[in-house]
T-cell receptor
Framework: DAGVIQSPRHEVTEMGQEVTLRCKPISGHDYLFWYRQTMMRGLELLIYFNNNVPIDDSGMPEDRFSAKMPNASFSTLKIQPSEPRDSAVYFC???????????FGQGTRLTVV | RKEVEQDPGPFNVPEGATVAFNCTYSNSASQSFFWYRQDCRKEPKLLMSVYSSGNEDGRFTAQLNRASQYISLLIRDSKLSDSATYLCVVPGGYNKLIFGAGTRLAVHP
């Protein structure tokens, strides 16, 4: 298996633009997590899904952020409009069942100028 | 109180030293714990799971203290290649995973 695949790896965009981050979890994994990492705040859980259904989105900063998982093999995290404070590394991770380890994608480094 | 707390470090130790990290958590119902390692500009990767009875993997030992609600990671005979950030992971409700902010370790010659 290729592991968790995220795209793009790097994104530079101007303030106010829409940004869409993509994630393909490991096949057979039923949990998918979106995290954001910054030096100041560490690794924050934004939202996670179980069997494509959002379970907890309390970590989503504000209405500018939205996430979807239309099927078991694809998820998106969208920021509209983007702001400079959204600059961070965004990780997607997946796991099989509860109690098991999560596997991370390589992350998307987002810079909003 | 934060759900997971770690000393951010950095811990600067010479090669061959023994170093220990602690991580405290607030959810007493937590069952499955992990230690992850993250290298600079890379994704976190599983280092080891933490079992109730404690577990050892080579130079690494992880322990769980439920009464005091903390997990620990002990690294013996530190190598230069151990330099990284170590993240403890605590399960939250509904199988979510909550990461600590990480402890940075720097091993020098």
């Amino acid at each position: 298996d290729a592991g968790v695949i995220q795209s793009p790896r790097h994104e530079v965009t101007e303030m106010g633009q829409e940004v869409t981050l993509r994630c393909k979890p490991i096949s057979g994994h039923d949990y998918l997590f979106w995290y954001r990492q910054t030096m100041m705040r560490g690794l924050e859980l934004l939202i996670y899904f179980n069997n494509n259904v959002p379970i907890d989105d309390s970590g989503m900063p504000e209405d500018r952020f939205s996430a979807k998982m239309p099927n078991a093999s694809f998820s998106t995290l969208k920021i509209q409009p983007s702001e400079p404070r959204d600059s961070a590394v965004y990780f997607c991770a997946s796991r099989q069942g509860g109690g098991t380890e999560a596997f991370f994608g390589q992350g998307t480094r987002l810079t909003v100028v | 109180r934060k759900e997971v707390e770690q000393d951010p470090g950095p811990f600067n130790v010479p090669e061959g030293a023994t170093v220990a990290f602690n991580c405290t958590y607030s959810n007493s119902a937590s069952q499955s714990f992990f230690w992850y390692r993250q290298d600079c500009r890379k994704e976190p990767k599983l280092l080891m799971s933490v079992y109730s009875s404690g577990n050892e993997d080579g130079r690494f030992t992880a322990q769980l203290n439920r009464a005091s609600q903390y997990i620990s990671l002990l690294i013996r005979d530190s190598k230069l290649s151990d330099s990284a950030t170590y993240l403890c992971v605590v399960p939250g409700g509904y199988n979510k995973l909550i990461f600590g902010a990480g402890t940075r370790l720097a091993v020098h010659p």
